[in-house]
């Protein structure tokens, strides 16, 4: 399935006069802000790396070190994340996500739940290649109980990627579900878990409808009734990524933004990596949704520079 971009790559494309106007902007002082966001923001990542690769033969300096060290705040941290290939960057994202108190279960959910099993395996590499340790180990550490076995389940990446759907095994999965959870006391969390992570999402989605079909509700409500705190939260999530990803990530950016204050690090992180897969398509389901364009929600609560940033990236 393939989506509708919002960023393209630049044609024509000159890597090389792209890292003269990059210094130029850089020169005297302060930094022209404007010319740098022209540049960035209308190339596809893939030109920004050979601009990065150009800059750094001509000049002898890293590209995104320079750009750090005359931005500032979010405008930088949109620059950069639009610098860094995408796989990359879900690395870092995620290892933030882990890092310090608390960990942001949502944004490792969104990561992982919206990744095909190449896909996920090769954000395991990058982290690992950054870091030094395995993302599953990270995250067993960082996580615990049901949480933590879901982490694991969706990391080692071994979705069926068939696309088959066979609604036999969907209506046993459905009772087994039943039996794992509202049916009897007690919940086996692993038999969730199973079904989430490893039947393909066509699948699941027939195994869902199997499950409303038996007990007169949705899937949801079952998690509701069976899970309580992070693990309710985090598989609710997980349903939503997989019944419609599209809508999961405009919820994730209408949330970054409906409450007093904005959770940039959410917001900059779709804006940039969907920017080149689906991020208009995303566009059209937040505006059926929310009634308000993405770009005005923006609009309303960015500022500056950054906000020109995204707003360039956005369309």
Known sequence: MSGTPTVY?????????????????????????????????????????????????MYGKDLIKELKSELKGNFEDVIVALMIHPVEYYA????????????NEKTIIEILGVHNNAEITAIREAY???YGNSLESDL??????????????????????????????????AQTLLRAGELFAGTDE??????????????????????????????ETAIENEFSGTAKDVLLALVKCIRNPLEHLADRLHGSMDRIGTDDTTL??????????????????????????????IQDDTSGDYKNSLLAVVG
């Open 140 to 173: 067993k550490g960082d996580t615990s109980g049901s949480v933590k076995k879901l982490m694991v389940a969706l990391v080692t990446a071994k979705r069926d990627e068939s696309g088959i759907i066979d609604q036999e095994a969907a209506y046993q999965d």
């Open 9 to 57: 790559p630049a044609d024509p494309f000159d890597p090389v006069e792209d890292a003269k106007a990059l210094k130029q902007a850089f020169k005297g002082f302060g930094c022209d802000e404007n010319a740098v966001m022209d540049i960035i923001t209308k190339r596809s990542n893939l030109q920004r790396q050979e601009i990065a690769v150009q800059f750094k033969t």
């Open 190 to 219: 692993s038999a969730f878990i199973a079904v989430l992570c490893q039947r393909n999402k066509f699948q699941v989605n027939q195994i869902f409808d199997e499950y409303q079909r038996l007990t007169g509700h949705d899937f």
């Open 128 to 130: 690992e290649h950054l």
């Open 268 to 297: 900059i992180r779709i804006v940039a990596t969907r920017s080149e897969v689906d991020l208009g398509d995303i566009k059209e389901v937040f505006l059926n949704k929310y009634g308000k364009s993405l770009a005005d929600f």
């Open 92 to 103: 870092k994202q995620i290892h933030k996500a882990i890092s310090g108190i608390g960990t």
